[in-house]
């Protein structure tokens, strides 16, 4: 099989010759003969006959058989893998070409219809990009410390035509991050308004919200619901209250660690509060005795003690006065008394202020004569394992079924008010406390035969009635 451009420049060379010949025999005999009778015409007859039988010898020297140069098409071996990175790491992204051949292999951004990459040439000025080839087929673009905006399509594309090409997806996920500005940051709020806490954040995928308690309490609902956690970019606390104060945490995950967090401290002012547990307390003179109250109150609250007619109990010597911190916004107050003195009983007072207002409660104490406190340790000695209950105990209880009126006008406040003349007629001697005694015991008796007799009595009626019916009939 021989060379077709071979081939044609032969024919060429024939093609001359033959036109040559036939000028010769169509020209007539006398022209023929006068031009080979003339010496000049005779040597350029002899010179064009050499020119052409050299460029013959050329023609036939070319003539070389050679194979035909077989081009098979290329294809792609594999789909490229979509590829999925974090920000700040590599990213890698491979296509595998079958029989490329003399063709070549470019690497584009869709988006933007950039050349990245020809063969083993990077095109782009990004110095985040890269290329490597092995064994002609393998074809791994590499980009270095990836971004956000490197999320997308590339198209690895072959230069055939029509040209091939194929197409796969880089997604780079961001870790989140609460931002600044819209998020709430601490706030300090009156008892009783609505309060909103705000966290944004971004990432990619899109982060999602969770609130919670840093204590690990429950979080209180507006329908009155406690919970552990809510989610949502907005925490909403209607009507808050003190119970709602403490420090909250934001926290934003997307699947993509580390997940992140913000801590809100929601503070809440509120007028100070007294409670006060044992309103009638009973002491023996000439020992010590604690009074004890409980505020709550914040901003935290200024706390002392006074007397009943104001004035206020004075550090050192016999008192001795202490503030305890329960929690953030409720304190324990404490005055120890020893020893105690015919002036030292009566009403003392436990005051709280803060710049939202003031309040007090009260508390009684009383004398307790030595000889009742003979008898009832002599009665709980003969009744060991049974309940002891202390005549100040039964007293506070009748004493607390009074003043449940005036508590539950202000409920801040808790006071007892006896006046030390009527405690000491109830406890003024030895007879006194022996028919206290008494009527402790004989109290549940009478009150077994009233309702004994109440139930029977109707009884007695109805047969009474009964009773003419019954002759009747017979």
Avoid at 240 to 248: E, S
Wanted: hydrophobic share 35%; charged share 20%; proline share 6%.
């Amino acid at each position: 099989m021989t060379n077709a451009r071979h081939v044609i420049s032969l024919n060429n060379c024939k093609l001359k010759h033959n036109i040559q010949m036939q000028q010769r025999s169509t020209m007539p005999a006398k022209y023929i003969n006068n031009k080979f009778n003339s010496p000049a015409s005779a040597w350029a007859i002899a010179t064009k006959v050499f020119v052409v039988v050299l460029m013959c010898q050329n023609c036939s020297s070319q003539r070389v058989e050679t194979q035909p140069e077989v081009i098979v098409d290329p294809k792609f071996s594999y789909p490229i893998a979509n590829v999925t990175a974090p920000v700040g790491r590599d990213a890698f992204l491979t296509c595998v070409v079958q029989d490329l051949g003399p063709y070549k292999v470019a690497w584009l951004r869709v988006d933007t219809q950039t050349i990245l990459t020809i063969q083993n040439h990077v095109i782009t000025k990004n110095q985040r990009i890269g290329i490597a080839n092995s064994e002609h087929k393998t074809w791994t673009m590499r980009i270095r410390d990836i971004k956000e905006s490197d999320k997308g399509w590339y198209m690895c594309q072959i230069n055939t035509d029509p040209m091939k090409s194929q197409m796969g997806y880089l997604d780079v996920v961001v870790p989140p991050d609460i931002l600044d500005y819209p998020t709430s940051t601490d706030m300090v709020v009156r008892e009783g308004s609505n309060v909103t806490l705000k966290c944004a954040a971004t990432g990619s995928p899109e982060p999602t919200i969770t609130w919670r308690r840093e204590s690990g309490v429950a979080i209180e609902l507006a329908n009155g619901e406690e919970v552990a956690s809510v989610e949502g970019t907005d925490l909403i606390i209607p009507r808050v209250k003190r119970q709602h104060m403490g420090a909250y945490l934001c926290i934003a995950s997307n699947g993509v660690p580390p997940s992140v967090s913000k801590r809100i401290t929601l503070v809440v002012h509120f007028p100070p509060m007294i409670t006060v547990s044992n309103q009638l307390i009973g002491a023996v003179e000439g020992k010590g005795v604690t009074l004890e109250c409980q505020s709550e109150a914040y901003p935290k609250s200024i706390n002392y003690w006074t007397r009943e007619r104001g004035e206020i109990v004075p550090p050192g010597g016999k008192y001795s006065a202490n503030v305890t911190e329960i929690a953030g916004y409720r304190s324990s107050m404490r005055l120890h008394i020893n020893p105690l003195t015919q002036a030292e009983f009566g009403a003392y007072r436990c005051v709280a202020k803060n710049s939202l207002g003031d309040t007090d409660g009260t508390i009684k104490l009383y004398r307790i004569p030595p000889n009742a406190v003979n008898y009832v340790d002599n009665f709980e000695a003969r009744h060991k394992g049974k309940k002891r209950t202390k005549s100040s105990e039964v007293y506070h209880t009748s004493r607390a079924q009074e003043q449940s009126g005036e508590d539950s006008e202000n409920p801040g406040k808790r006071k007892a008010d006896l006046s030390q003349e009527s405690i000491d007629n109830l406890y003024g001697g030895t007879s006194a406390a022996s028919t206290h005694w008494l009527l402790v015991w004989l109290l549940p008796l009478l009150l077994l035969l009233m309702t004994a007799t109440t139930l029977t009595w109707p009884l007695r009626e109805t047969q009474l009635t009964l009773l003419p019916q019954t002759l009747t009939q017979v």
